[in-house]
């Protein structure tokens, strides 16, 4: 069974950093991509970042370029979000999602949520003004 937990949301004040992790069960990281997404209430779902690491692949949302990184570690399957120079504007719940296309696969439509098999349950981040 493939599940995916999300964790290290929180409140923070605008400025200030934070970094989420997603742990994965079922199925390994390497030669599958994970992204990240988010939601805020009344929005929808938009993608944030995307790791492939087999292809070296990592794509971002312009909003998050040059603040937001994402990085993965094979060994503890876990994909980590840092999240730096944190603005109100980032507030929303968090979710990583899998992404189980060939390992060969460059995901150009990485922020298309539906290109993705499982997803986690979601972490909040509150970035306070």
């Known amino acids: 069974e493939v599940q995916l937990v999300e964790s290290g949301g929180g409140l923070v004040q605008a400025g200030g950093s934070l970094r989420l992790s997603c742990a994965a069960s079922?199925?390994?990281?390497?030669?599958?991509?994970i992204g990240w997404f988010r939601q805020a209430p009344g929005k929808e779902r938009e993608g944030v970042a995307y790791?492939?690491?087999?292809?070296?692949?990592?794509s971002y949302a312009e909003s998050v370029k040059g603040r937001f990184t994402i990085s993965s570690d094979n060994a503890k399957n876990t994909v980590y979000l840092q999240m730096n120079s944190l603005k109100p504007e980032d507030t929303a719940v968090y979710y990583c999602?899998?992404?189980?296309?060939?390992?060969?696969?460059?995901?150009?439509?990485?922020?298309?949520?539906?290109?993705?098999?499982?997803w986690g349950q979601g972490t909040q981040v509150t970035v306070s003004s």
């Open positions: 999602a899998a992404d189980l296309a060939p390992s060969s696969m460059y995901r150009v439509r990485w922020y298309d949520p539906q290109v993705y098999a499982y």
């Open positions: 790791i492939k690491h087999n292809l070296g692949q990592t």
């Open positions: 079922g199925f390994t990281f390497d030669g599958n991509g």
